[in-house]
Nanobody
Framework: QAQLVESGGGLVQPGGSLRLSCAAS????????MGWYRQAPGKQRELVAV???????NYADSVKGRFTISRDNAKNTVYLQMNALAPEDTAVYYC???????????WGQGTQVTVSS
């Protein structure tokens, strides 16, 4: 079983920046996918940015050019640098991990990001 712990959310003004972190611990087999989703009030959870097998990245169109996903493999940690934040980025951000062999999926507890003046 893996555990995902997120940090870094908060309140920021439009145009500001935040950096989210997600550390995976526990018994983790080879990782297929790891990254970030978000869910705004009244909306479905959506992909923000993930690393796929082979290190390829996938970004939502709405965050391309503003958000950057990075990782530290030695620490099983992924980061999400969010720049030029806008009110529509307000959501609970969830860390996600999917194992390659077992196909098990894990979610973090979520961290709130609020963009407001």
């Amino acid at each position: 079983q893996a555990q995902l712990v997120e940090s870094g959310g908060g309140l920021v003004q439009p145009g500001g920046s935040l950096r989210l972190s997600c550390a995976a611990s526990g018994s983790i087999s080879r990782i297929n996918t790891m990254g970030w989703y978000r869910q705004a009030p009244g909306k479905q959870r959506e992909l923000v940015a993930v690393f796929n097998t082979g290190g390829n990245t996938n970004y939502a169109d709405s965050v391309k050019g503003r958000f950057t996903i990075s990782r530290d493999n030695a620490k099983n940690t992924v980061y999400l640098q969010m720049n030029a934040l806008a009110p529509e980025d307000t959501a609970v951000y969830y860390c996600y991990l999917k194992e390659l062999i077992t196909r098990r999926e894990y979610w973090g507890q979520g961290t709130q990001v609020t963009v407001s003046s």
